[in-house]
């Protein structure tokens, strides 16, 4: 064979074996849970909340394209990591309110010592969002839409608060805030992670959501194709001038039913002071 024909057929091969790779990509990656454990930095972060870990379920997304069986999984992979809370930022539930109850019930196997907590997104409110608030309460899970709880821990204190969609529901940051004290420091919830536009409140060092999905269909050299936020949001911790949030690419897809360069994500912050 001369150089040309073999150089002709060693492209053939190549490209064949980039779109298989691709295809198996299409295929499984929406299914490869990714666990992160990004290590965030908290200015004045109580004492006796240095190496606070918690975990951060978003985007489930319970319905035609993520079975039971899927989500059994999900939940015992999460049940074995442990962490000391556990959040949730919504979109439990995708295209029809039967899957709401059985979403919730299984999310009610979690524990941790200082609670699951959760807000609700877009498509728990399209699916009907006072049955998706009554499974969650039935299941343990307090709802921190528009208002906020404290966590303790060896005397010392740290607020959780959350708002609720952007899209759907009123993100009512002055009814979350209402009644910390000056000095309090707090930890905010939320699905869509354009609320860190409007936070200006000193007291809210964190923002964790959801939302985006990461984009689900990741292309190199040009990112996520499409982010329903603003791009700088997509995924990952992003700085702003007031504050920061971090933003799962969250667990389930919405269609098209796949991801590529763009694993569904279940993490773990460990929160150090600084």
């Known amino acids: 064979m001369d150089r040309r024909r073999f150089l002709k057929r060693l492209a053939q091969v190549s490209a064949g074996a980039v779109a298989g790779v691709t295809v198996l990509q299409l295929i499984f990656e929406e299914r490869w849970v990714q666990v992160t454990r990004p290590r965030i930095s908290i200015p004045d972060l109580p004492g006796a909340f240095e190496g606070l870990s918690i975990g951060h379920l978003t985007d489930v997304h319970h319905g035609p394209y993520l079975s039971a069986n899927r989500l059994d999984g999900i939940v015992a992979l999460a049940g074995g990591l442990a962490p000391d809370l556990w959040v949730i930022t919504g979109d439990m539930v995708h295209q029809s309110p039967k899957y709401t109850e059985p979403v919730w019930e299984a999310l009610g196997r979690l524990s941790a010592p200082l609670g699951v907590w959760c807000v609700m997104g877009n498509h728990d409110h399209w699916e009907g969002i006072e049955a998706s608030r009554a ?34 529901d009123d993100q009512l940051l002055s009814d979350a805030l209402d009644g910390l004290p000056p000095e309090a420091l707090a930890l905010l919830l939320a699905h869509n992670p354009e609320v860190a536009d409007d936070l200006t409140d000193p007291r809210v060092k964190l923002t964790l959501a959801g939302h985006t999905h990461g984009g689900q269909v990741v ?43 763009c694993r569904p994500e279940l993490p773990i912050y460990e929160l150090y002071r600084s």
């Open 219 to 261: 292309v190199p050299l040009f990112g996520p194709l499409i982010v329903p936020a603003k791009r700088r949001y997509a995924s990952g911790l992003v700085r702003t001038d007031a504050s920061q949030v971090y933003i799962s690419r969250g667990l389930g897809v919405v269609a098209p039913p796949f991801r590529l360069n």
């Open 135 to 168: 499974a969650a309460q039935a299941a343990g899970i307090e709802c921190l839409d528009n208002r906020h709880t404290v966590l303790r821990r060896e005397g010392e204190r740290l607020w959780l608060a959350g708002v609720g969609d952007r899209w759907c």
